[in-house]
């Protein structure tokens, strides 16, 4: 294939999956000391939803939103020429679990290969996919963000438990011949220092300092939930306010911010920071809680699904999460 940067990208296809079952605050109420008014009102969730250890599992979601998104965009899988997902809750180390999930689809050669940067992974992979389309080496690339965090998380920890989700998303995305479609600013970020806030122990070495007398269970995730609060309530004012800076675009020219549902607090902050109307950033994590790489493209497949992303439209996606990572990507439509 030819290298060259006369192409564009546009986002032919868009599918998610969520799991049936539905966890709700008052089975919080049952499993530790909790209330339904405390979790609304710190997190704004009501209700999450977590695989069936018998029938599902972050492989079946990522491959039904894998499988929606082709059939949306019209593509077949044997045409897809990469898979990219972003995960940290596949359980796989080898193979890739993005070629397990791709042939779960249907017969193809593409190259697979999976992503782990927490919850900002699906930009991550949407950044990288648009910089490898326009390059003009690849034409057709599947990015996928799923997570399972039922699989690691600690429902004994209260702290921590009833902020998580299961679901996944997937788009395609595909060469196009107008230079200006695509993503036309994006950043991948982090302050590493930083990376022991939001963690998961494999080995009781793995155990950090701030969590050494904790009761902690290895395999499953550990949080400073309040500081990870406070730095992502600025973390995503200010990545939102530099992209606009940076593309020379105002908050109208933009017609949805598609941001990581890492608690509703953390997304209204941000938005009546910036003056953001309520119609423009789209909140689902009341039903379906925090569910990491996840979360964007299901948000994003809602809105789609709705119509309420049209050609020649601004959109501006934001996620961050543990490293810490934080991504931005700005797409003209
Ligand atoms: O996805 C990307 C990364 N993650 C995030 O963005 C998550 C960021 N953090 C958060 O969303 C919030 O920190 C949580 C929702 C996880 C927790 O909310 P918080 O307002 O930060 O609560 P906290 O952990 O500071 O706890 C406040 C109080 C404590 O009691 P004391 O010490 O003040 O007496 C906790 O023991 O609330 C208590 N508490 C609870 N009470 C009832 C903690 N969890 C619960 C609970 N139910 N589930």
Not at 21 to 49: C, P, Y
Not at 203 to 221: A, M
Request: aromatic residues 8%.
């Amino acid at each position: 294939m030819t290298s060259t940067m006369a192409y564009g990208v546009q986002i032919a296809g868009v599918g998610s999956a969520v799991p049936s079952k539905v966890l709700t605050n008052a089975d919080f109420e049952k499993m530790v000391d909790t209330s339904d008014e405390w979790i609304v009102q710190r997190s704004g969730i009501h209700q999450r939803r977590i695989c069936d250890p018998e029938t599902e599992s972050e492989y079946t979601l990522a491959r039904d939103a894998l499988k929606r998104a082709l059939d949306d965009a019209g593509i077949d899988v044997g045409e897809l020429d990469l898979v990219i997902h972003a995960s940290t809750t596949s359980g796989f180390l080898c193979p890739p679990s993005a070629a397990r999930i791709a042939a779960g689809v249907g017969p193809t050669n593409a190259g697979t290969f999976d992503l782990i940067a927490a919850c900002s992974g699906l930009v991550y992979g949407m950044n990288i996919a648009d910089t490898l389309i326009r390059s003009g080496r690849y034409r057709n690339i599947a990015v996928i963000g799923c997570d399972a965090l039922s699989t690691i998380t600690d429902y004994e920890d209260r702290t921590l438990s009833i902020l998580f989700g299961d679901a996944g998303g997937a788009m395609i995305l595909t060469r196009d011949d107008d230079s200006e479609r695509g993503c036309i600013y994006q950043t991948m970020e982090g302050d590493c220092s930083r990376w022991d806030l939001l963690y998961l122990p494999t080995r009781e070495q793995d155990v950090v300092e701030w969590d050494k007398d904790n009761p902690i269970k290895i395999g499953k995730l550990r949080m400073r939930g309040q500081e990870v609060f406070k730095f992502a309530v600025t973390k995503f004012r200010d990545v939102i306010q530099e992209a606009l800076k940076q593309t020379g675009l105002s908050q109208e020219d933009i017609s949805q911010f598609v941001c990581h549902q890492s608690n509703a607090r953390i997304i209204n902050a941000a938005k009546q920071k910036l003056g953001l109307p309520d119609e423009k950033v789209h909140i689902n994590i009341q039903n379906f809680g925090n569910s990491s790489a996840g979360s964007i493209g299901v948000v994003f497949d809602e809105l789609w699904q709705a119509g309420k992303i049209n050609r020649g439209d601004y959109v501006v996606f934001v996620a961050f999460g543990g490293g810490l990572t934080w991504a931005s990507s700005v797409w003209k439509i």
